[in-house]
Every structure is written in structure tokens, then in C-alpha cells.
């Protein structure tokens, strides 16, 4: 019995101070971010054939922030054009001095730059490791699959991982996205009707805050499409279910005690907000089309965070049409879902995907009109001053039964879904 007690003591003990140093802030940065955990080689960075893509399918390139920090990344090619290009490809250096130089990077862009319908995805994966890690090369041949003629993938390491420069920060890694997105726009002369940010569990944080800051900015500037995958309405409400690894529970023991729980909530140094972000781009956005991706088995962020900021992202549609900004939320994605066919007609519909292995949800809103919430459900009252318009709004959530938390973008229905955004919609 004395074994247990102690074993049962020493476990206590080893908790709290777990606990305790959460106050802090490097704690709370490597605890968030994970990103001394490498998962991944400098070799398998520079010699992405390491990690199944073919020779010289990938560019490494580095981007210099205005700070001075410089982040890695990858430019893929689409499967056709690389095969068009194979032998020119095969050809070229890829020594560290013409990656480093971005040599072999502007060949890519070249090549990329001939193609009249590119389209371009912008990719910000999860916590932990750098782009080549685990199960990540294999989202992105998913990715490209949505067009083999025509879809170009770019991914960037954030500051802190790989190899990338710095230190990780929620500021510093929001507006590294946002100069990286502005940034290769402007190399590969792609326009942002034709490029969409995905983001994946951490990534969905840094592509919603991006594109919150760009729509702020003096450029006022939008994409296609905005995809998080995963994601978490905020880091806030997350740590309070949260198991590192889906293992080890990190303030699920502390819900009891809401003192502490309030305490550690003002401590929280990185937040992330995603649902107010989210809420106030589509406010401000008019173009951007949203698709909240979330699996029903994700064992580490609960399907509920998906739901919450497909919530928010339509109550900034709400909110961007109804009569000075002041219609709230009270559950319309709920509404949504349970609406009739004839309450639906005309302002959204909900579409099935795959053979009941997804369901996704979508409301279309009509720019040059007035959105009501009337009670039960939603209508459009069409103004008689405003000028028909036949453009669409889609603000829509994908739930999907496989995938988990990590290989959700690999399902097909996601990138079926992806590809109805990027080439149909």
C-alpha cells in the first residue's frame, strides 16, 4: 500500500509543478508550438526526393522576413507539369548553393509563370516538427492531385521550426504568414482569386489571423478561399480538453477548480483567437470563401471547434449584410442544419458528399442584399435601392468520419471539396 501512496504522491507532485510552470512564458511557447521537437533532418529538407517526390518535383526556396528571419519552404510542382518538364528538371543543380541562391527556386516559378490557368495553395501545417515530418509529404501529393496540370503547392516551416530562423510567437507567426502569402503572390504573379490559404490544427490559428490582417491592411487583400483543417476555435478553450499526443491531459483536471482555471487564462500568453478572427475577416471580407474542415474522430481537437468557427464565420456574413452590424448569433449553424428544404431555397443548402462517409454544410449568401434572423430562420430581404448581383458567398463545414486529427487532408472527399473551390465554384 506504502508503494502505491507514493507512487500515487510523487505523480501529484510531478503535476502540479507541471502545472505551475505553465505560468510561464517559454513554457507555454514549447508546450503550444512543440517546436524543439524536429521530427525531420536538414537533409531531408534540402533533398525532398528523400521523402518520395520525385527529382527536382520540389524547389526549396528561402523567404526573408522584414525582420530579418528567414524561413524554409517548398514550391511542389503539379504531377503533369513535372512530367511535361522532367527532363529540363532533372537537369538542373539542386546543391545547397542553388537552393540557397533560390536558383533552382526561380526555375520553378518560370515554369509556373507559362501557365495561364495556375492555381495556387498555400499550405501551414500543424505544431511540431518542419514540412518533410511524418505524414505531411503525403498531404501534399494529395493536394496537388485536385489538378496534376495546374495546382502549384507552397509550404513554409514557420520561425522556430526546421531550419527556419527565430522564435515562434502567435504575432510573429500571423504576420509571417501574411508577408509570406503577399509573397509569393507577387513571385508567382498568380492572382488571389486563383490561391487559397489551407491551414491544419496550428496552421488553421496562422492562416485565419492572416488573412484577418491582410483584409485589414491597406491592400485589402483577398484570396479564393480560406480552408483550416482541424482547427480550434482558440488555444484557450482548447487547453481545457487538450491531451498532448492524446495522451496526457493537459487542464482537464483543473475544470473543478475555476479559480485556477481563470488564473492560468489570464497567464495564457498565446491564445489564438480564432473564432473572433474568423468572424471579423468574413465582416470585413466580400470574396473569400470559407470551408471549416473537421473530422468526426479527431482525438485531439474535438469536432466542436470545427462547429464553432463555422458558427463565426457565419455570423461575420450576417454581420457584414444586416443594417449597421448588429444582428448576433444564436446558433445558426444549427438552425442551418435543421432548417426545411423550403426555409433553405435560395440562402443555402446542404450538400452530401461521398457515400455518407461527409457531410457538408453550406450557406450561400447573395452580396447586394440584407440578411434578417427572424426567430427560426434566416431570409433575405433584397433591397430596392441595391442592383441585383449574381456573385455568391460560400461559407461552408466539411465534417468527415476518417482522418483523425493529422491525415484529414488526405480523405478524398476534403480534397474533392478543395478542388469544387479551387477550379468550380
Known sequence: MGLYTNTFLFAGVGYLSF???????????????????????????????????????VAPFWLTMPDGVKLFGWHILPLDVYAAHKEELRARSA?????????????????????????????????SGCISSMHRPDIYRSLI???????????VDYRGFGISGGTPTENALISDGAFTAETILNLTAVSPDRTILIGQSLGTGVIIGAADFLAQSDSKLEFRALVPIAGFASIEE???????????????????????????????????????????????????????VHSFDDEQIPYFHGEKLAEAAIKGAL??????????????????????????????DVVSVGDQQAREY?????????????????????????????????????????GGHNIVPKSTDVVLAIRNILYED
Open 319 to 348: 454581420e457584414s449584410e444586416a443594417d449597421g452590424g448588429s444582428q448576433s448569433s444564436g446558433g445558426h449553424l444549427k438552425r442551418f442544419v435543421e432548417m426545411s428544404d423550403d426555409d433553405r431555397s435560395g440562402m443555402f
Open 145 to 155: 492531385s485536385t489538378s496534376p496540370a495546374h495546382t502549384h503547392l507552397f509550404v
Open 19 to 57: 502545472m505551475m510552470s505553465l505560468l510561464f512564458e517559454p513554457v507555454q511557447r514549447n508546450l503550444v508550438f512543440l517546436y524543439r521537437l524536429r521530427l525531420g533532418s536538414k537533409e531531408t529538407l534540402y533533398h525532398p526526393e528523400s521523402s518520395g517526390f520525385a527529382q527536382n518535383q
Open 238 to 292: 482548447l487547453l481545457s480538453t487538450y491531451k498532448i499526443f492524446g495522451i496526457i491531459p493537459v487542464l482537464a483536471p483543473f475544470r473543478r477548480f475555476k479559480a485556477l482555471e481563470e488564473l492560468f487564462s489570464r497567464q495564457l500568453q498565446y491564445k489564438f483567437h480564432s473564432d473572433v478572427r474568423i468572424e471579423r475577416f468574413v465582416r470585413n471580407s466580400r470574396r473569400t470563401k470559407v470551408l471549416v
Open 95 to 127: 546543391t545547397k548553393d542553388a537552393i540557397d541562391s533560390g536558383e533552382l527556386a526561380k526555375g520553378h516559378l518560370e515554369i509556373l509563370k507559362k501557365d495561364p490557368d495556375a492555381r495556387v495553395m498555400i499550405y501551414f501545417h500543424g505544431n
Open 362 to 402: 453550406v450557406f450561400w449568401q447573395k452580396f447586394g442584399g440584407t440578411t434578417e434572423v427572424v426567430e427560426d430562420y434566416v431570409e433575405l430581404v433584397e433591397e430596392s435601392t441595391v442592383s441585383p448581383v449574381s456573385e455568391v458567398r460560400r461559407i461552408g463545414m466539411l465534417a468527415v468520419k476518417w
